[in-house]
């Protein structure tokens, strides 16, 4: 089992920055990718960014792209978003998610999730 926990959400005015940690536990020798997916209010929870957990390589979503960025700290098993410019359509909760396999898109793929921060940008 792997258990992971989000921090770092808040409300910030549009055109501000966030940065949401998301710090892991338990059997992470078997993370292979690190994710973080939203879901605004009314939608689907949707990919934003992932990232491998070994090597480094990073996949973001279109919409957040130039954006959002992911990084990590294997020392830590910490993953990281730096969220830039933010929108009021970026209001979300924030979920990090783990994946055992090499699938960094697809949210039906991955295995476990934290319980979501939220963030908040008024319009």
């Known amino acids: 089992q792997v258990q992971l926990v989000e921090s770092g959400g808040g409300l910030v005015q549009a055109g501000g920055s966030l940065r949401l940690s998301c710090a892991a536990s338990?059997?992470?020798?078997?993370?292979?990718?690190m994710g973080w997916f939203r879901q605004a209010p009314g939608k689907e929870r949707e990919f934003a960014a992932a990232?491998?957990?070994?090597?480094?390589?990073?996949y973001y979503a279109d919409s957040v792209k130039g954006r959002f960025t992911i990084s990590r700290d294997n020392a830590l098993n910490t993953v990281y978003l730096q969220i830039n410019s933010l929108k009021p359509e970026d209001t979300a909760v924030y979920y990090c998610?783990?994946?055992?396999?090499?699938?960094?898109?697809?949210?039906?793929?991955?295995?476990?999730w934290g319980q979501g921060t939220q963030v908040t940008v008024p319009s």
């Open positions: 338990g059997r992470t020798a078997s993370i292979y990718i």
């Open positions: 998610a783990a994946n055992r396999i090499n699938v960094p898109t697809m949210r039906e793929r991955y295995d476990y």
């Open positions: 990232i491998n957990w070994s090597f480094g390589h990073t």
